[in-house]
């Protein structure tokens, strides 16, 4: 099947962003300030950090980086019974990330990893727990203690929220 696309219009792409690598783009001089900015800020200062203890704790239990689909199931059903699904969904997330950000196909994206992972969440996860609902003589007691302009403005918005 022939690529119907302008010769051209490969080469443009080619120079706009450089080949496999957001690392590569954003030290390159084609990364526009602005691009820059916003990637920084795409992801909150917890969240990376939390990322980044869970790339160390995968390459301290013996992971590598690139790591095969295997080894990243074997590294969660390893942890099943130790931490929560939640926990084990980030490590897997911040793992595909460092793969992504360094231009190599991520083996968390693979069907090995994903049903572990489903099975995971099927044996060891727990139901979601059903909170009553906030009854109205509580909700208006809380927004009686509010004072001030801030309380002022929380106790519109919980009384808007529930009115809605």
């Not at 080949?19 to 917890?46: G, H, I, P, W």
């Not at 693979?110 to 996860?125: H, K, M, N």
């Not at 007691?141 to 519109?156: F, Q, S, T, W, Y």
Request: proline share 4%; charged share 20%.
């Amino acid at each position: 099947m022939k690529n119907h696309a302008p010769a051209h219009s490969k080469k443009q792409n080619d120079k706009r962003m450089p080949k496999n690598s957001l690392a590569k783009y954003l030290t390159s001089r084609q990364c526009d300030a602005s691009v820059r900015t916003y990637l920084a800020a795409s992801l909150a200062d917890n969240t990376l950090r939390a990322y980044q203890s869970d790339i160390r704790n995968f390459i301290g239990w013996g992971g590598t980086l690139p790591a095969s689909a295997e080894s990243v199931a074997k590294y969660v059903a390893h942890h099943a019974t130790k931490l929560s699904c939640a926990t084990l969904s980030r490590r897997v997330v911040a793992i595909g990330r460092a793969h992504s950000a360094q231009g190599l196909p991520s083996p968390t994206q693979s069907e090995l990893v994903r049903a572990t992972l489903q099975g995971i969440r099927r044996t060891c996860g727990k139901a979601p727990h059903q909170v009553a609902a906030l009854q109205k003589s509580a909700l208006l007691r809380i927004v009686e203690g509010l004072k001030g302009l801030r309380g002022l403005r929380d106790k519109a918005m919980l009384l808007i929220g529930v009115a809605a």
